[in-house]
């Protein structure tokens, strides 16, 4: 299993969002496809201007359970929070041509696409990094543990 730190508000819109999209610069997923694990980084993303990030909010705090004073993503820095499959990887580029290819969370040079988000029920910390690395054995057992995948 691989694991990707992602800044907030973005990792939470992974896991809980419906962002499918992750956007990189570069292809760090190679020929990778897989299982990825969602690591909250420490730091938040800078200019977050989006309208699916928006609705995907809006969605939320019409939850019952959802604390309306606070903003979901403000949890869990430092923590693994879920589970999602990377099932392509392509140039951003490929988008221009065909827009309804990808994601409204499409933007950048390359697009992870992700799919079958899992949140797990108790956030596990973890220390974050750059790339798409591999996980340790410990790490993995427990977050298949929690969401209960044969993988």
Known sequence: MRILTVRQPWAWAIIHGGKDVEN??????????????????????EDVDSPALDDATERWHDQPEADCNRHPWRLNVGKTIGLVDLVDVHQGADCWDTPSFCS???????????????????????KGALGLRHLDDDTTARILAQIGDPT
Do not use: C, K, M, Q
């Not at 990189?24 to 993303?45: C, E, K, L, Q, W």
């Open 24 to 45: 990189r610069t570069r292809n760090i997923a190679g020929s990778y496809r897989g299982p990825v694990a969602i690591h909250v980084s420490g730091r938040f993303a």
């Open 104 to 126: 409204p969370w499409a933007d950048g040079p390359w697009h992870l696409s992700l799919a079958n988000p899992r949140p797990l029920i108790e956030p596990i910390p973890f």
